[in-house]
């Protein structure tokens, strides 16, 4: 099909040039052939012209373009000739098979082939002689040697294409990569930053409160002093943080994570923090090998214990809180339990993002974790927080 497009400035720099060149060998008298039916030296202007203006449509339309130029071509043979229209031709057969469609640009070459090969047979057939293999030779230059340049260039071109998109993918993947690691990074610095602070400033949050609702100056003084006492501490938790991002992104070794180890301090900690409360905090470690597990597994036990007594903290009734661990097999149980009910007293506000960092931490593990109420035999409710941790020994996603 013909297009309206705008011929491309190279092809009408092909036309031009080629229609000028036809028209300076016209001039000089130089032809190709004699004795031919139009013997009159202008005739092979005609076809000269046709071929012309169909460079115009080599990119366009480049298969009209070759049917229109093997007509005439057939015409430039009853001419004197002319050495222009002939190279003009050769390139319409290439930007045929390089422009044209994948089915023309596979098929162009095998017709070109065999319209050598059968003009070569034909030839020594009719009249064996040396010119007729030089005009099978001759026929083979102007249609098969464009025709597989075409198809040479065209399969170069779709092979840097491929590698071109193939790159381009490649890229994309690795740029989703990349955004998928920092994502699970900032989850898990949310997480950490989470469960570090939440604990000091949810007491800080429950005492401050007290000292200023309760008109006492020894209950004021007593919830100053846990005040300042988890300032403190979360200071210091958030200077570890910083010390290990700044490690970390520098190259250096990861800082020490908490370890179960570290539970007695914790559980102290947190009985101090909640003694205005009501609240009892006790260890039960059931383990009986109480030895050093997988240092993932040994945080997220750290970091539910520290979120489940947050929380216990903040919604808790009076009453005992207890932490209990268990190691059978593979499979760490962390169970923490409190009271479930009303308690008068401040209260701090909760925002529901450690339930789920505890659940984005135990499913990273590939273990289970339940949270919610359990009856009791003495008629009490009981809150429940419950995991199970697998420690064999793995590659755990971080």
Do not use: C
Not at 95 to 104: E, I, K, S, W
Not at 257 to 270: F, Y
């Amino acid at each position: 099909m013909f297009s309206l497009a705008r011929p491309h400035r190279d092809d009408v720099l092909l036309a031009v040039t080629g229609l000028s060149g036809g028209v300076i060998l016209w001039m000089i008298g130089i032809h190709i052939q004699n004795g031919r039916l139009f013997d009159a030296p202008w005739v092979s202007l005609l076809p000269l012209v046709v071929m012309s203006a169909l460079e115009l449509l080599r990119r366009s339309a480049p298969l009209t373009a070759l049917t229109v130029g093997t007509l005439a071509l057939v015409a430039d043979q009853f001419t004197v000739g002319s050495l222009a229209t002939l190279l003009m031709f050769t390139d319409l057969v290439y930007a045929a098979v390089l422009y044209g469609t994948p089915a023309a640009s596979r098929r162009i070459p095998v017709i070109t082939l065999l319209l050598t090969v059968a003009t070569t047979v034909g030839f020594v057939a009719w009249a064996p002689s040396a010119d007729a293999v030089l005009i099978g030779i001759v026929v083979g230059m102007v249609s098969f040697v464009p025709a597989l340049t075409g198809a040479s260039v065209r399969n170069h071109r779709e092979a840097a294409e491929a590698a071109r998109l193939r790159a381009d993918q490649t890229a994309l993947l690795a740029e989703m990569d990349r955004v998928q690691a920092v994502t699970a990074e900032r989850s898990r610095m949310a997480r950490e930053l989470h469960d570090m602070v939440a604990n000091h400033l949810s007491a800080i949050a429950i005492h401050s409160t007290a000292a200023l609702s309760i008109d006492d100056p020894g209950t004021s003084r007593e919830a100053l002093g846990v005040i300042r006492q988890n300032s403190v501490d979360g200071l210091t938790e958030m200077r570890r943080l910083i010390g290990l991002l700044r490690e970390n992104g520098a190259g250096g070794p990861p800082g020490a994570a908490p370890t179960l180890a570290s539970l007695d301090a914790l559980v102290g900690q947190a009985g101090a923090n909640s003694a205005s409360s009501g609240l009892t905090v006790t260890l039960e470690d059931g383990r009986e090998e109480p030895g050093p597990l997988p240092a993932p597994v040994e945080l997220a036990a750290y970091r539910i214990v520290q979120e489940s007594l947050t929380n216990a903290l903040k919604h808790a009734a009076p009453g005992p809180v207890t932490v209990r661990l268990e190691h059978s097999g593979e499979v760490l149980t962390v169970e923490v339990s409190s009271v479930l009910g009303e308690r008068p007293g401040p209260r701090a506000p909760g925002s529901g993002a450690g339930l789920v960092g505890m659940r984005e931490r135990v499913a990273l593990l590939g273990g289970t974790i339940g949270a919610g109420p359990e009856p009791r035999g003495d008629g009490t409710e009981m809150w429940l927080v419950r995991a199970e941790l697998p420690v064999e020994e793995r590659t755990y996603r971080t």
